[in-house]
Nanobody, 126 residues
Framework: RVPLVESGGGSAQTGGSLRLSCVSSLWPYSERCIGWFRQAPGKEREGVALTVTGGGSTDYASSVEGRFTISQDNAKKVVYLQMNTLNAEDTGMYYC???????????????????WGQGTQVTVSS
């Protein structure tokens, strides 16, 4: 069973919005760092947003701050990434990843995250 499943990707125009979802089947759900990462063709993976399940802390990469919002529904065990004011540089495969319980968030490159989803593609065009 895949521990993290992403959905919500697709195509959007510049300035548009998309909301990604990451459903977790990890147990226990809480006290894990969950991050959204992306990778564009020919580029290295980069983190865009982090949160701790069951808590309220969030952190964002400077490239998305003010445009993206990470949130969660603890009852549904879902972490969302609301993406607004999209631009072409946001194009890429988006992944969610989680740490083992009670481990600090890994690096913005993804090192330290133990579980990964299969990704959902986001394409932004003008």
């Amino acid at each position: 069973r895949v521990p993290l499943v992403e959905s919500g990707g697709g195509s959007a125009q510049t300035g548009g919005s998309l909301r990604l979802s990451c459903v977790s089947s990890l147990w226990p759900y809480s006290e894990r760092c969950i991050g959204w990462f992306r990778q564009a063709p020919g580029k290295e993976r980069e983190g865009v947003a982090l949160t701790v399940t069951g808590g309220g802390s969030t952190d964002y990469a400077s490239s998305v701050e003010g445009r993206f919002t990470i949130s969660q529904d603890n009852a549904k065990k879902v972490v969302y990434l609301q993406m607004n004011t999209l631009n072409a540089e946001d194009t890429g495969m988006y992944y969610c990843a989680a740490t083992i319980r009670r481990r600090d968030c890994g690096s913005w490159s993804g090192t330290g995250f133990d579980y990964w989803g299969q990704g959902t593609q986001v394409t932004v065009s003008s």
